[in-house]
């Protein structure tokens, strides 16, 4: 079963800030985003780890509640090259990833 | 520069038609991916590869096959094309046994007429 996202789509002036969640209903080992611009493939941005270990771009940041089976991603003082679709994956160990149905981030001046 | 890469951006094909999506990365991956994407539904895997020749199920492989001879490269098969498989295909990779950041490849969009 997919992760739920949320909201599914949000509009920012340049310099707000967003919360994008990510919330799944099996145990998870693992929680991944990626994001997505029009017309190209999607980007690594960060893994979290259960545990509390994180792997990911220095200027990301995010949590991962392993209790409550959530994640969220944080855009703080948003640019307009944060705009695309952001995709959240989660793994309950192994090779495979689900992805949520996504969270489309506009940012406009 | 790390690249994966499909065979076309771009493919129409009609309904019955045998179809192969090709993808070729040159990292030395162990771990490869098809997905398709549709509008609201997001990423869906359909089937992944650990090894060559292995291959796994992913969420969505009903209609769909692979074959992975090589480790750079892992197919994607429509052995008989239908209307409801027109969707963009992407192609992933990741090293390692546990998962890990994956490289997309920029997709093929299939149409099946």
């Known amino acids: 079963q997919q992760p739920v996202q949320s909201p599914q789509a949000v509009i920012l002036r340049e310099g707000e800030d967003a919360v994008i969640n990510c919330s799944s209903s099996?145990?998870?080992?693992?929680v991944h985003w990626y994001r997505q611009k029009h017309g190209e493939a999607p980007v690594f941005l960060m893994i979290?780890?259960?545990?509390?270990e994180q792997k990911g771009h220095e200027k990301i940041s995010a949590s991962f509640n392993e209790k409550k089976q959530q994640s969220s991603l944080y855009l703080t003082a948003s640019q307009l090259s944060y705009s695309g679709t952001y995709f959240c994956?989660?793994?309950?160990?192994?090779?495979?990833?689900?992805f949520g149905t996504g969270t489309q981030l506009k940012v406009e001046l | 520069d790390v690249k994966v890469t499909q065979s076309s951006r771009y493919l129409v094909k009609r309904t019955g038609e045998k179809v192969f999506l090709e993808c070729v990365q040159d990292?030395?991956?162990?771990?490869m991916f098809w997905y398709r994407q549709d509008p609201g539904l997001g990423l869906r895997l359909i089937y992944f590869?650990?090894?060559?020749?292995?291959?796994e199920k992913g969420d969505i492989p009903e209609g769909y096959s692979v074959s992975r001879e090589k480790k750079e490269r892992f197919s994607l098969i429509l052995e008989s094309a239908s209307t409801n498989q027109t969707s963009m295909y992407l192609c992933?990779?990741?090293?390692?046994?546990?998962?890990?950041?994956?490289?997309f490849g920029p997709g093929t969009r299939l149409t099946v007429l």
């Open positions: 990292m030395d991956h162990e771990n």
């Open positions: 994956g989660s793994s309950g160990g192994g090779n495979k990833l689900t």
């Open positions: 099996k145990a998870l080992y693992s």
């Open positions: 992933a990779s990741s090293q390692g046994f546990s998962i890990g950041e994956q490289f």
């Open positions: 590869s650990y090894d060559v020749k292995m291959k």
């Open positions: 979290l780890l259960k545990g509390g």
